[in-house]
């Protein structure tokens, strides 16, 4: 059997493949992921899931390679990780009472074969209109640090959450179904 791979740092990643009763190593690629910011949100992600699974696959033979992004998109605007709280707060008024786009993209790289497939799910996810103190109270928890959108649907983040249309997972950050299929 070959070799399955996690190209990720992700806990979120790491606990959604663990759910398929998947046995895996965890290896994060070492890319500068800044150097794709210019790019438009869905290609971003796109492109950031090729790069981290083949930076990872170039070391492995008979290896199944797996990496993933996410992005979130409101309007036309990427909302990335925020750095800090104050970020988080601005991103979470931003996300207040309006729907956005979660878009992930994930590659899987059969080095034994040489095959690549990438593929991309986007969810749209509704947050309620939030209060100042609602932002603020969720911002101190530190939860929104590290996510996009500065929110964990799987968490905390669940109550500001009013409802999504497509794949949970995918908010999490990994479409589970899609990946499976493939």
Known sequence: MKRIILASASPRRK?????????FTVEPAAIDESAFN???????????????????????RNAIVIAADTVVILGDQ??????????????????????????TSFTAIDTGKNKTLTETVETTVYIKPLQREDINAYARTGEPL???????????????????????FNVVGLPLSKLADS
């Open 146 to 168: 590290g996510k996009a959108g500065a929110y964990a649907i799987q968490g905390l983040g669940s109550v500001i959450v009013e409802k999504i249309e497509g794949d949970y």
């Open 38 to 60: 210019s790019l438009d949100g869905r290609k971003m992600v796109l492109e950031l899931s090729r790069r981290k699974a083949e930076a990872v696959a170039i070391n492995h």
């Open 78 to 103: 990427v909302i990335g990780k925020p750095r800090n709280q104050r970020e988080a707060k601005q991103m979470l008024r931003a996300l207040s009472g309006k729907p956005h786009i979660v878009v």
């Open 15 to 23: 606990e959604l493949l663990k759910t398929l009763g998947l046995k």
